[in-house]
């Protein structure tokens, strides 16, 4: 079957078009409807909570059929039906109860649309990046055009302005191909045999280390910029110059695959992950500082994301595809996700922005530490 480029690019633009009017300004959102630093940082920690569940619950169902495009359609249904319920009302356990279940169909969507696009590369998996930057297109486009908008009108349009955002993501599912995912018995095991492997805990460790350090960015990052005098444009325009760099290393990254190995490409990334969160909490008075801060996401999320889709699909080859998708979702921006929210929520108010940026540079030390010892550093890398 012929590759849809265009259709498998335009579910990631829709996709991410849709976190780019959710993720930078949500926060701005709860603020405005009158929740704490600490509520903030609990509701954040929910909804990324459920990626420890529900993609290995979405994921089995997937492997159990051979399919991921039936799934994807119906949570991609669930989660824009269920959003609207934030139109509703706004006290705290609502809030909360809607944030959960809406997050549960949500964060499975993306895995198993990884895993497919992977299923259509087949033997191509390098030109995977070519695909996915465009979702940091439509994740620019909507975060400088939201960012425009709420300037001139109330934040609380927001809600409204995402749940038509998931009514196209939606359609976008409904035109988007099936692949099915082909039999070989032979190499079909349990997926144990390869998860409880030292390479394979390590290479957990570190992404779930560096999604804890993204924890603070994600939830008060706009908030850090707006107590320190910058507008929600200006805001806008930082989200979209990071998002600008990392589609940069998509574009690039067919040809830094030939250049250098996956494990240097990985250690440089928590490198710079490292210097990168040093620079926000110390840099936010020098508007050079916080723009090469931004321009270093190239490496805090695009070279380090990349690195992990192509480790997954050798390490767990096309048969577990959809479990490791998964399993890396689960690990790394569920429980990760979830620990970077609370610790961020609760040390906010206590402690200052510019030290939980700190903390969340010390993550990125840890998990560099760790890819060192004990991540890629076998040839082959395949381990399933």
């Given at each position: ?15 991410f ?19 704490a ?18 993609p ?27 959003f609207?319920?934030f ?99 032979a ?37 850090y ?12 325009m930082?989200w ?5 760099a ?7 990254m ?18 710079l ?112």
């Amino acid at each position: 079957m012929r590759l849809p480029y265009w259709r498998l690019s335009g579910f990631y633009f829709c996709y991410f078009a849709t976190l780019g009017a959710f993720l930078p300004f949500w926060s701005l959102y709860l603020k405005q409807i009158g929740f704490a630093a600490q509520e903030i940082g609990e509701l954040t920690a929910m909804l990324v909570a459920t990626k420890v569940v529900a993609p290995h619950v979405w994921s089995w169902l997937a492997d159990k059929r051979g399919r991921c495009m039936g799934l994807i359609r119906i949570t991609a249904l669930l989660s824009m039906l269920i959003f609207g319920g934030f139109l509703v009302r706004h006290d705290y356990q609502w809030v909360a109860i809607v944030t959960v279940a809406f997050s549960f169909f949500w964060n499975a969507t993306l895995p198993q649309f990884e895993a497919a696009t992977l299923l259509h590369l087949k033997a191509e998996p390098q030109r995977y990046s070519r695909i996915r930057l465009w979702g940091s297109v439509g994740f620019i486009l909507a975060v400088l055009g939201i960012g425009r908008f709420l300037d001139d009108f109330s934040i609380e349009w927001l809600p409204w302005i995402i749940t038509g955002l998931l009514v196209i993501n939606w359609l976008m599912a409904l035109i988007t191909p099936e692949v099915i995912q082909s039999q070989q018995p032979a190499a079909v095991g349990s997926v144990f045999a390869v998860l409880f492997k030292p390479e394979i805990l390590a290479f957990f460790a570190v992404y779930m280390l560096l999604q804890v350090a993204h924890g603070p960015y994600y939830v008060f990052y706009s908030v850090y910029l707006q107590q320190n005098g910058y507008s929600a444009t200006f805001t806008g325009m930082l989200w979209a110059l990071g998002v600008c760099a990392e589609i940069g290393v998509f574009y690039w990254m067919f040809g830094l695959l030939k250049w250098f190995s996956l494990r240097g490409l990985l250690l440089a990334s928590l490198a710079l992950s490292m210097l990168r969160w040093l620079m926000i909490a110390y840099g936010t008075q020098s508007l050079t500082i916080i723009v090469v801060a931004q321009l270093l996401h190239a490496a805090s999320f695009g070279l380090a994301h990349v690195v992990a889709i192509q480790l997954l699909h050798r390490y767990f080859g096309e048969a577990h595809q959809s479990k490791a998708q998964g399993l890396y979702s689960s690990i790394s921006f569920g429980l990760g996700g979830m620990l970077g929210s609370f610790y961020s929520g609760y040390c906010w108010d206590k402690i200052g922005g510019d030290l939980v940026f700190v903390i969340a540079s010390l993550a990125c030390g840890l998990a560099l530490i760790i890819a060192f010892i004990g991540v890629a550093r076998q040839k082959p890398v395949t381990l399933g």
